[in-house]
């Protein structure tokens, strides 16, 4: 007898353990949206026109939340009641909705606790980087099969240089910033990120 025979699939263990994390994240959320006095779609969508300065369309946030359109329109009501999100017509489709978060919103936003934080607290700082690396390429791999929403990650945005410095600390560069980048750097959701052709 040896492990080989008995084990189930690499796979299929790291899909297990991914799925545990992912419930532990889940419920941390949940919890603080419910401290918030939010629903959980409320709470994804205002932290995703948080992250949008200059604004977001209604249909990019239903996407982000996994929900649809109807849903998140019934999010953004209630978060229209609560005064943390306003809408508008989108200056380029005027029957599109746009939608802006007040002042009080991105208070809320910005007091969000990080819910991997306790999750990610027992790797050193090696390890975290690491595992950005790799949390990094699996988004990439999922928006080339076009399995996720484009996200905005530094290796999909025009102004990311990938290993032009090889065998350096900073192989990357940022065109944007005008710097060299290490792989702790990377950022997985820019508000500065353009979509590369
Ligand atoms: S603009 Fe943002 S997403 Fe683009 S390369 Fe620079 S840091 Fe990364």
Same mark, same amino acid.
């Given at each position: 007898?040896?492990? #080989? ?6 796979? +299929?263990?790291?899909?297990?353990? &991914? /799925?545990?994390? =992912? !419930?532990? @994240? ?17 709470? #994804? ?6 992250? +949008?300065?200059?604004?977001?369309? &209604? /249909?990019?946030? =239903? !996407?982000? @939340?996994?929900?649809r359109k109807a849903t998140a329109s019934d999010a953004v009501s209630a978060l229209e009641r609560k ?19 007040? !002042? ?16 990610v607290a027992g790797l050193n700082q090696a390890e975290q980087e690491a ?67």
């Amino acid at each position: 007898m040896n492990f #080989d025979q008995i084990t189930e699939p690499l796979d +299929r263990r790291l899909a297990d353990g &991914l /799925t545990r994390l =992912a !419930a532990v @994240a889940r419920q941390l959320d949940w919890q603080a949206a419910e401290a918030a006095g939010l629903s959980p779609t409320q709470a #994804d969508i205002l932290r995703f026109v948080a992250n +949008r300065p200059a604004g977001a369309r &209604l /249909t990019d946030a =239903a !996407a982000h @939340a996994g929900v649809r359109k109807a849903t998140a329109s019934d999010a953004v009501s209630a978060l229209e009641r609560k005064a943390l999100v306003r809408k508008y017509a989108d200056a380029t489709d005027g029957r599109a909705v746009a939608l802006k978060v007040t !002042a009080r919103g991105h208070q809320v936003a910005r007091d969000w606790p990080s819910n991997f934080a306790p999750i990610v607290a027992g790797l050193n700082q090696a390890e975290q980087e690491a595992l950005l690396g790799l949390v990094v390429k699996m988004i990439r791999h999922l928006q080339q099969r076009r399995l996720i929403a484009p996200q905005r990650t530094c290796v999909t945005c025009r102004h990311f240089r990938e290993n032009v410095a090889p065998g350096t600390g900073t192989p990357h560069f940022c065109a944007f910033v005008g710097a060299p980048m290490a792989e702790l750097h990377l950022r997985v959701d820019c508000a500065e990120h353009e979509l590369a052709a």
